[in-house]
């Protein structure tokens, strides 16, 4: 299940993101890092990511963390292909048809679906 790896990669970027924030916060002489509320995602449907696997290994891995009790809020993004010889947008089925369903051209330019990124994290200045 990558989902695992993925959650881990996501506490070490938010972990690393509160520590320059605390870096800061000490320099400047302000009460130390914020207290992580939500992240948000965005993850596109052709990474293959399954969201629900995502949040239990989400819940499961913060758990005694700093990161424990936060809401993981997930964005879907489709997968949405152009075809170039048609000129326009079209949805590929997953798993069954990626050519374009006009003129059955090979998919080639994949206009989103492929996102994995972290969107934003809310915070409150409680610590």
Same mark, same amino acid.
Request: charged fraction near 25%; glycine fraction near 6%.
């Given at each position: ?20 924030? &605390?870096?800061?916060? #000490?320099?400047?002489? !302000? ?5 992580? $509320?939500? %992240?948000? /995602? =965005? ?9 629900? &696997?995502?949040?239990? #290994?989400?819940?499961? !891995? ?5 990161? $424990?009790? %936060?809401? /993981? =809020? ?54």
């Amino acid at each position: 299940m990558h989902e695992t790896d993925m959650t881990k990669a996501l506490i070490f970027t938010v972990r690393d993101w509160l520590d320059k924030q &605390s870096e800061k916060s #000490a320099a400047q002489l !302000q009460p130390g890092p914020p207290k992580v $509320e939500r %992240v948000h /995602l =965005v993850v596109g449907e052709f990474t293959c990511v399954e969201p629900a &696997s995502l949040q239990f #290994a989400f819940t499961a !891995q913060t758990k005694g963390t700093f990161l $424990e009790g %936060v809401e /993981l =809020v997930i964005q879907d993004k489709p997968l949405i292909a152009f075809c170039h010889p048609c000129q326009q947008e079209y949805k590929p089925q997953i798993g069954s048809q990626y050519a374009c369903p006009t003129c059955g051209a090979p998919m080639d330019d994949i206009r989103s679906g492929r996102e994995l990124k972290i969107e934003r994290v809310e915070f409150s200045n409680a610590t």
